[in-house]
């Protein structure tokens, strides 16, 4: 498996503010982490694949100006989401594949982001 | 287009047996995973399936059908801790990993 953590675990903000959001692999040193979106009720939305060391690749739709990635480290990968509004009001979550084989994804435990 | 279909929501009582179906229709077939969320949490792994057959974990067994698009979560003795949602995963061929909307399991006393 492996053992991913985020960081911080739920964040409220005024609109129009910045917010970090961390992502850690604690015990597996991970050149991919992804990032994924999840509404209320509604299924996983993959936003982007972070690579280390290089550019994130964005799913389409997903802006690559209002959602930073930068995955600076083997260990550490960040989501920024710059001006937030309401809409972005979600939870954000993001995987690593562990030692699990066959590319198993093991998710952090989340960062809910309200918006106010 | 790539689709997973799961049921939205299932009921089943405390020390029954339940099976949770996915179907799929993607570009490829890579493997099917298997995942529970609890609400509010992030998902976490339960199995993983590439080749047609049962695997069994404990209460938990995962079957798939390649030739059927198809796959089941079948949960033994169920307990009220399995309250959750559970969501179905197939890798396509682009190794991308395609997600179900999620089926969310009642557990009645």
């Known amino acids: 498996g492996a053992v991913v953590s985020q960081h911080p675990s739920w964040v409220i903000c005024k609109s129009g503010t910045s917010v970090k959001i961390e992502c850690r692999s604690l015990?597996?040193?991970?050149?991919?982490m992804f990032w994924y979106r999840q509404f209320p009720k509604q299924s996983l939305m993959l936003m982007a694949t972070?690579?280390?060391?290089?550019?994130?690749?964005?799913e389409q739709g997903v802006e690559k100006d209002k959602f930073l990635i930068n995955h600076a480290s083997l260990t550490l990968s960040t989501l920024t989401v710059t001006s937030a509004h309401p809409e972005d009001s979600s939870f954000y979550i993001c995987?690593?594949?562990?030692?699990?084989?066959?590319?198993?994804?093991?998710f952090g435990p989340g960062t809910r982001l309200t918006v106010l | 287009g790539q689709n997973i279909d799961q049921p939205t929501e299932m009921t089943a009582t405390e020390g029954a047996i339940v099976q949770i179906n996915c179907t799929y229709q993607?570009?490829?077939?890579?493997?099917l995973f298997w995942y529970q969320q609890h609400a509010g949490e992030a998902p976490t792994f339960l199995s993983y399936?590439?080749l047609d057959g049962l695997e069994e974990k404990g209460r938990f067994s995962s079957f798939l059908s390649r030739s059927k698009g198809y796959s089941y979560l079948l949960l033994k003795e169920l307990q009220m801790k399995d309250s959750a949602s559970y969501l179905c995963?197939?890798?396509?061929?682009?190794?991308?990993?395609?997600w179900g909307a999620g089926t969310k399991l009642i557990i009645k006393p």
């Open positions: 015990d597996f040193q991970a050149t991919t």
């Open positions: 993607t570009s490829g077939f890579n493997g």
């Open positions: 399936n590439v």
């Open positions: 972070s690579n280390e060391g290089s550019k994130a690749t964005y």
């Open positions: 995987s690593q594949t562990g030692t699990g084989g066959a590319d198993t994804q093991y």
């Open positions: 995963a197939v890798k396509d061929s682009n190794y991308q990993l395609i």
